[in-house]
């Protein structure tokens, strides 16, 4: 799937190229940025096989500055360094990320490609290093959000995730596009509007019945 869009926030008039790679056989989405002015790009996750990666890279003659880890689990970062080399990329992750990485960055840290702002947002949870990526006008959730579900967390991490979803992804504007981690929904991509309207996980308003969903 392709999308090109103008910012509806625009920071900067220029549109932004979005590619949603599927790779491996956990239907992980991979995600492609291009600024189409600088065709300066990024990589959100690698998955489990470089080849459609590069071949997209390829196809938008974008050069990929930086190689993004939502998260540590292994169907999203088996490739990371393979691919941060092939592509002359710098590796990045979460300062508490246990990945080896050439970046390491902390919550509202901005990536830049060309004029264009891509902020880091802390979302643990899933996990304690996960991270969301947002453009201002799409959000890339890894495994934090799902269309129609959230990612599996353990209980002590429950209260973390509930704030990650509600203080954080869900303060973004409601027409921003959710692209996820994994193909799960019924549609692989929709709005925080749409993803509030009918993801049941989203339903709790507060921290205690959201716990109380998992008992
Ligand atoms: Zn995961």
């Given at each position: ?11 900067v ?11 491996g ?5 991979v ?6 002015r600088?065709?300066?790009a ?8 470089t ?13 990929v ?38 970046v390491?960055?902390k ?8 004029g ?16 969301c990526?947002?453009d ?13 579900t ?33 193909d799960?929904g019924?549609v ?11 993801n ?16």
């Amino acid at each position: 799937m392709i999308k090109v869009h103008a910012p509806a926030r625009a920071q900067v008039a220029v549109p932004l190229i979005v590619k949603q790679i599927p790779v491996g056989t956990m239907a992980n989405f991979v995600y492609l940025l291009v600024d189409e002015r600088s065709r300066d790009a990024l990589v959100v996750d690698s998955g489990w096989e470089t080849e459609p990666i590069k071949n997209a890279v390829k196809e938008t003659g974008a050069t990929v500055k930086f190689v993004v880890a939502t998260h540590e689990h292994f169907d999203h970062v088996s490739t990371l360094e393979d691919l941060g080399a092939a592509l002359g990329a710098k590796v990045v992750a979460h300062e508490s990320s246990p990945i080896r990485c050439d970046v390491r960055v902390k919550d509202r840290d901005v990536l830049r490609l060309g004029g264009r702002r891509v902020e880091v947002l802390h979302t643990p949870g899933h996990t304690e290093d996960s991270v969301c990526l947002y453009d201002g006008s799409d959000v890339f959730t890894g495994d934090t959000l799902f269309v129609g579900t959230i990612g599996r967390f353990d209980r002590r991490m429950a209260e973390a995730m509930y704030a990650s979803l509600h203080d954080v992804i869900l303060r973004l504007p409601p027409s921003t596009v959710m692209y996820p981690g994994h193909d799960y929904g019924e549609v692989p991509s929709r709005t925080l509007k749409e993803e509030t309207e009918s993801n049941p996980f989203l339903a709790a308003k507060d921290p205690r019945s959201f716990i109380a969903l998992f008992s």
